[in-house]
């Protein structure tokens, strides 16, 4: 009895940890993709920094030369579970930054495009963006308390 | 925990820098590092409307202030409708016509980023963002 309750038990686990590695897989797949389409044109992705008049622009270039490379790095640390709790808090802490100032712009009367996916992703609308951020936030949420999970199995 | 955590950051954050480091080298002598391209070129209300007929008037934002009213002629074109839209704006074109591109207002981007991707993705010559936007406009037609 105890055993049959022990096997439901690793079961489930198991079921939740192939959950979390799906769900992992996917979003790391979203930001490397967001990665390799700004490492491209990175003065196109500059421009649209620029464009929320937020940072000056010799800044916004530096943060588009190296923006990108981290979204990929991360993206692959996310796919192949490598550095997977560093990549998750980094993320996390940029999909909390994109949405702040995202909503920060569009209170100021700021008409920008969100430039997340360089040019591929300009058919997308404010909307459409947002709530593709707020999805991802909510997967890494997931992923981040979901590492006991993981530890379990792993174990 | 916390300091596997803090190493992985750290790891993460410094391994984007060494491609970000090469990829700014290789890009080193682009002026577009000291300021933002001048290729946007900013056209005045006056001088765009003394251009007449060869001017090819685009309207950068939503379809619904498009329809609360535009300047006369002017064709929409968004990204929010990019594909569906350029079409006829390519129809319409021609090398002899400039193009001049308006949004809300001075601080909207709309025109800019229209702008940009007609340059880099239609490869058109001759755009012109219009500065303050449909907002300067009705100033200067009441």
Redesign the interface.
Known sequence: MAEDSSVKTRRRTEWAFLVRRTLAVLVGAVFLYAGIAK?T????F???I??Y?IIP??LG??IA??LP??E???GL?LIFHR?????V??TSALMILFLGITIWARA??????CGCFG?AG??L?LNWHLALDVALLAALVALWFGREGNRAVAR | MRATLLRQILLLVGLAFLPAIGQALYFRNDPAWQARPSDQQPVTVAVATGWGANALWLDARPNEEFERGHVPGAMLLNEDNWNALLPAVLAAWSPDRKIVVYCSRVTCNASHAVAERLRHDAGLKNVYVLEGGWEEWQKTHP
């Open positions: 490492v044109d990175p003065m196109l500059a421009g649209d620029g464009n008049q622009w010799t270039v530096r030369f190296y490379w981290l990929i790095f991360c640390a550095l997977f709790f560093g990549a808090f980094i100021h009367g700021i008409d920008v495009a040019s300009s058919n609308s």
